[in-house]
C-alpha cells in the first residue's frame, strides 16, 4: 500500500493522468480557431515588447529626437508607417508601444489579482458574518463607480507617469476579482470536501487555500486573459488624456491623442497607433475564449 502511494508521488505532473489532461486541454484550445490566431498575435506582442530595443529601424527615435527635415512623410520606404510631425519613425515609435501596454498588464493583474483573490476568499468562506459584509460593500462602492471614470480620477489627483497610472488602474481593478472569488467560493464552501476538512480539524488558511482557491482557478485564469486587453485599453485611454506615459517615451494613447490634430493629412500618425492598440486588444480576447472553452467542462 505504501509502496504504492510512494509511485503516486514519484510520477507528478508526468502522471497519465496528467499528461492525459493536457492533452484533452490542448485539444479543446485548438478547436477554436480565433483562440490559436490570439495565441500567434500574443506571442508577436509579446516578441515586439521583449526585444523592441533591438529590432526597430530607428531605435534613435524612441527618445527625444527631432528632424523636421523629415517630418510628416507618407509611408514608404524609409519610414513604413510614415513618420510624425517630428520627424520621428512612427513603426519604431508604435513597436517601442507594446513594452509599455504590456508592462502595464501585468504590473496590474499581479497586483489585483492576488489582492481580489484574497479578499473574495475571504468573504466567500465566511459568507454571512462581519468579514463578508464589511468587504463585500466596499467592494460594491469600487464597482458602482464606471472604472475609466474612477480610474481617470485617481489618475488625475496624481503626478502623471507610468508608474501612477498603473496604480489608478490597479486601485480600480482589484473589486473585479473579489467579485468572481467570492460567488465561487460562496457555492464551494458548502461542499461535502470542505465540510470533511473542517472536521478533520483543518485550518482556515488550509481550507481557503488547498480545498476552495483550486475550484476558482479556472474562471480566474479566464478572466485574467481576457482582462489585459481591458487593462490595455484602460492604459491607452489614461494615456490619450496626458495622464499615462510622458513624452518623449512613446505610448499608444498618447500617439493617437497626437495624431488627432493632424487628421487626416497625417492620418496615419493616428491608424497605426490604433491598429497597434486593436492588435493588442484581439489577440488576449481570442486567447482568452480559448482558455475559456480549455476549462468548460461541458466541451468535447
Given amino acids: 500500500m505504501q509502496e504504492n502511494e510512494l509511485k503516486k508521488k514519484k510520477k507528478g505532473i508526468f502522471s497519465p493522468s496528467t499528461v492525459e489532461n493536457l492533452k484533452i486541454y490542448r485539444y479543446k484550445f485548438s478547436r477554436n480557431k480565433l483562440s490559436v490566431v490570439g495565441f500567434v498575435l500574443v506571442c508577436i506582442s509579446v516578441f515586439f515588447a521583449l526585444f523592441a530595443p533591438y529590432i526597430v529601424p530607428h531605435p534613435e527615435h524612441i527618445g527625444a529626437f527631432v528632424d523636421y527635415a523629415n517630418a510628416g512623410q507618407a509611408p514608404g520606404a524609409a519610414y513604413w508607417f510614415g513618420s510624425d510631425n517630428m520627424g520621428r519613425d512612427i513603426f519604431s515609435r508604435v513597436i517601442y508601444s507594446f513594452r509599455g501596454a504590456l508592462l502595464m498588464s501585468i504590473v496590474v493583474l499581479v497586483i489585483a489579482v492576488p489582492v481580489g483573490t484574497i479578499l473574495g476568499l475571504i468573504a466567500g468562506y465566511h459568507h454571512g458574518t462581519w468579514a463578508d459584509t464589511i468587504i463585500m460593500r466596499i467592494t460594491d462602492v469600487f464597482l458602482s463607480v464606471p472604472a475609466l471614470i474612477l480610474a481617470l480620477c485617481i489618475a488625475s489627483i496624481l503626478k502623471p507617469s507610468m508608474m501612477n497610472s498603473m496604480l489608478a488602474v490597479t486601485i480600480m481593478w482589484w473589486p473585479w476579482y473579489t467579485r468572481l472569488v467570492y460567488g465561487q467560493a460562496s457555492s464551494v464552501s458548502g461542499e461535502y470536501f470542505v465540510k470533511n476538512a ?31 486587453g481591458w487593462v490595455i485599453l484602460m492604459g491607452a485611454s489614461l494615456s490619450f488624456v496626458g495622464l499615462g506615459e510622458q513624452p518623449p517615451t512613446p505610448a499608444f494613447g498618447q500617439m493617437i491623442s497626437d495624431g488627432a490634430g493632424y487628421m487626416p493629412d497625417l492620418w ?4 497605426f497607433p490604433a491598429i497597434g492598440v486593436a492588435f493588442m486588444i484581439l489577440g488576449f480576447n481570442f486567447l482568452g475564449d480559448g482558455i475559456r472553452d480549455m476549462f468548460d467542462k461541458g466541451g468535447h
Fill in 198 to 228: 473542517e472536521l478533520v480539524g483543518a485550518s482556515k488558511l488550509h481550507i481557503m487555500l488547498k480545498e476552495i482557491l483550486p475550484n476558482c482557478l479556472s474562471p480566474i485564469l479566464t478572466k485574467m486573459a481576457l482582462d489585459v
Fill in 268 to 271: 496615419w500618425m493616428t491608424i
